[in-house]
């Protein structure tokens, strides 16, 4: 357990020396997300949403409802572009020497995961802190939900990006997967446009991505109040998502070393 999180303490410093060692970083970290859901809010600003399928949306509190979309897309989102750069890992030779070192797989892509996220998230969640605060009157939260849910979107979107680390170590040919989850996990997930007003061909894209679930759980909890025993559906899925997700992490992990072991090269296409 000692060596597993040291494992985990190393992967996280390298990374962070790696992709953070400039302050101009986080000016970028700040601005593209504040752009992208000042855009998303200056579009709805100009209708009335009263007559929303949506029962406790309405005017006073559609920044908290797409703010509260966009802080867990900035979770996801940071994920996704850490999963692409550590496949770089193969690129630069790192990757061999990794696999040939004594240190836990499991614990290179934990490391990697945690640094992305508390490394790129912590500008907007400061952002979102000062938007929510100064829009607090229009909560309407249940506090032990609002807790634990905020607990499992971390805990999901770590998941969800040690998934795609082993991905990217699994094939250099998974490049397109940055394509394929950066934008359309924006769209169909319910950030930018609920899903209950998807049309039926873009709810069934929508069920994929865990992203779905974790938006639509954190309004029902900050914005509508409902209690644990509400959103049991939600803490059911959130279980069956980390399970499946670790299950296909060991799986990449074990197919990529076999097929080093079997090949003795890490070209895996």
Known sequence: MENFLKTVKAEMIKQHKNYFHSKIIYVSLFIWPIISFLSSYYSFKPFRIENTPIAYLHQENLIIFILLGYICMNFFRSLVQSAWFFSFERQFGTLELIYLSPASRFSVILGNAISSVFESVWVMVVFSGCI???????????????????????????????????????????GFLFTVLEEPMEVFSGVKVPTIVFPLWAKIISFIFPLTYVVEAMRRAFLNGESLYELKGFFQASIWIILVTFILICTCLRAGERYAKKTGNMALF
Request: avoid cysteine; charged fraction near 10%; charge should be positive.
């Open 132 to 174: 929510l605060l100064a829009k607090y009157k229009y909560f309407h939260i249940n506090l032990p939900a609002a807790l634990l849910v905020t607990i499992l979107m971390m805990i999901i979107a770590v998941a969800w990006g040690m998934l795609l680390n082993a991905l990217f170590l699994f094939s250099r040919d998974t």
